[in-house]
T-cell receptor, first 110, second 116 residues
Framework: KQEVTQIPAALSVPEGENLVLNCSFT??????LQWFRQDPGKGLTSLLL?????REQTSGRLNASLDKSSGRSTLYIAASQPGDSATYLC?????????FGEGTQLTVNP | NAGVMQNPRHLVRRRGQEARLRCSPM?????VYWYRQLPEEGLKFMVY????????ESGMPKERFSAEFPKEGPSILRIQQVVRGDSAAYFC??????????????FGPGTRLTVL
């Protein structure tokens, strides 16, 4: 059974800081890994998708890496802004489903 | 191209009533997934459907819950005789036919069910 763990559960940083969110998964037989953003009371916004054959993906200030063999992914956010405050979810696709981590609640203080 | 649409956005039911949640996938998408997010918990897979077929319902509670994706119209998640523990946000996602579950799943805004 696939399990996804995200560390830390919560993170508070001052504006402008670079930060790293961590995700680990127990079964390396995945099709892809996605990072999502969820704002309070809202739906999910897909940030980055990394196929199992890829090592990383970049979009603007975001960079996600994937080490499938060790079951780990990181989401790097450069020059954080208050608007980045949200819950960040990591999810892996294996079989017919996404398995989500519990999320990291990020607060960027102005 | 409209995104995944869910309605209603908020639904209030009393214990014992039925809840019907609707999901219209993105145009051209034929795969639909339902996920549930209980308060203070992560999202959990419930069911994966293609048109007129349930492909994987291993995440669905065995009783009171059912899902369908008819040839015409939206996908429906139906919860009979709701209990307080069913209060949650229910998210629908869709993906295109070509890659199946290997493609990005696009999520709707969710339906927040409150059972009184």
């Amino acid at each position: 059974k696939q399990e996804v763990t995200q560390i830390p559960a919560a993170l508070s940083v001052p504006e402008g800081e670079n930060l790293v969110l961590n995700c680990s998964f127990t079964d390396s037989a995945i099709y892809n890994l996605q990072w999502f953003r969820q704002d309070p009371g809202k739906g999910l916004t897909s940030l980055l998708l990394i196929q199992s054959s890829q090592r990383e993906q970049t979009s603007g200030r975001l960079n996600a890496s994937l080490d499938k063999s060790s079951g780990r992914s990181t989401l790097y956010i450069a020059a954080s802004q208050p608007g980045d405050s949200a819950t960040y979810l990591c999810a892996v696709t294996s079989g017919s489903r996404l398995t989500f981590g519990e999320g990291t609640q990020l607060t960027v203080n102005p | 191209n409209a995104g995944v649409m869910q309605n209603p956005r908020h639904l209030v039911r009393r214990r014992g009533q039925e809840a019907r949640l609707r999901c219209s996938p993105m145009k051209g998408h034929s795969h639909v997934y339902w996920y549930r997010q209980l308060p203070e918990e992560g999202l959990k897979f419930m069911v994966y459907l293609q048109k007129e077929n349930i492909i994987d319902e291993s995440g669905m509670p065995k009783e009171r819950f059912s899902a369908e994706f008819p040839k015409e119209g939206p996908s429906i998640l139906r919860i009979q005789q709701v209990v307080r523990g069913d209060s949650a946000a229910y998210f629908c996602a869709s993906s295109p036919p070509a890659g199946g579950t290997q493609d990005t799943q696009y999520f709707g805004p969710g339906t927040r069910l409150t059972v009184l």
